[in-house]
């Protein structure tokens, strides 16, 4: 698995990370604990060094699958995991962000705790929260990197001007935001911005939530505790009109003898020398179909063919809810 640096900010992980939001939350069902710690630990030996968690994905249970898994080789490994939510001790969410600086002190200790570990080398604030300045939540990150628990600092679905205000305070080595040929917002402002500071970018949902492997037919049934089942994009109607983008990766994947998730993966890889998706999933063909990627090199010609067919097919309805989309700072 080759490596990249998320900007200049000097932290190296694998091409490719795990995300490992799904093992626990927002796709139906937990996944089996002892199955998911056996599929973590198979990424690492496949070479994967960048995991992504959060306290909010169970909540809590997902950092502690990640620090049970990580334990023996957490020397080897890059643990990115989120701060922000406003989450009763007995897991039920509150509505509502919480980023006052108090408070990311508080998570911090409380996921270096479940992660099993005595530092937190990526710490994301999950969600911008409009009622704390972000040079505050920057600075409260600042205090924890100072105090040895935290190695980096990042931010996630935040805007242009929240990064700049931010990256003054305390440099901000990753963004985390959705990118793929699904949602290519972040090409008109945000990537620019991430090369001008030096910002890594952390792609979630690189496969469109599922979608662009080609697996999820229109008349899908989501279980009521998967998050597509209230995501507008996803609604029958809206996968039948946006099945011509998918149409368009699976006949471009058999031209090159790769699957659809590869090619959507490594058109990713190809945009910027500093983006490092994470590609969640359950299932041990799934994660060495991802890691695949990697060593698919799309040339420029390919790149510019994809572009150009993709250009022309609008994408329908919202990615996600409108009270999830008030949470999304701009």
């Known amino acids: 698995m080759q490596k990249r640096t998320l900007g200049r900010s000097g ?14 939350f927002g796709y139906g069902p937990p996944a089996g604990k002892f199955e998911m710690i056996s599929l973590i630990r198979t990424a690492v030996k496949r070479g994967v060094t960048f995991f992504d968690t959060a306290e909010v994905y169970g909540p809590f249970t997902n950092e502690e699958l990640v620090g049970e898994a990580l334990a023996p080789v957490r020397s080897q490994v890059v643990i990115a995991t989120k701060f922000g939510w406003n989450i009763l001790p007995s897991g039920e969410r509150r509505e509502g962000l919480n980023c006052r ?33 972000i040079e505050d939540v920057a600075g409260a990150v600042k205090d924890l990197i100072r105090e040895g628990k935290v190695r980096h600092f990042g931010l996630s679905e935040a805007g242009v001007k929240t990064i700049r205000r931010a990256h003054a305070v305390q440099p901000v080595a990753a963004l985390q ?29 690189p496969l469109g939530r599922g979608f662009l492997t080609g697996s999820i037919s229109h008349d899908a049934k989501f279980d009521k505790h998967d998050l597509r089942s209230n995501s507008p994009r996803f609604t029958p109607e809206n996968r039948r009109a946006n099945q011509a983008l998918v149409d368009l990766v699976v006949r471009f994947a058999k031209q090159r003898k790769a699957t659809p998730a590869q090619i959507a993966l490594a058109w990713l890889l190809a945009q910027k020398p500093w983006i490092v998706p994470i590609p969640g ?19 420029p010609a390919d790149l510019s063919e994809l572009d150009a067919a993709a250009a022309k097919i609008p994408v329908h309805g919202d990615r996600y809810s409108e009270a999830m989309q008030k949470l999304v700072d701009r």
């Open 101 to 133: 600086p108090d408070h990311i002190k508080q998570v911090a200790e409380a996921s270096l705790k479940r992660l099993k570990t005595d530092v937190i080398d990526l710490l994301y604030q999950h969600r911008v929260d409009p009622n704390v300045p």
């Open 11 to 24: 932290l190296e992980v694998s091409s490719i990370g795990l995300g490992c939001m799904g093992m626990s």
């Open 177 to 205: 935001s959705e990118y793929s040929l699904w949602w290519r917002e972040p090409e008109a402002e945000i990537l620019p911005v991430l090369e001008e500071l030096g910002i890594g970018f952390v792609p979630f949902s």
């Open 281 to 299: 999933t359950t299932k041990l063909h799934r994660l060495e179909e991802n890691l695949a990627a990697a060593s698919l090199e799309l040339s």
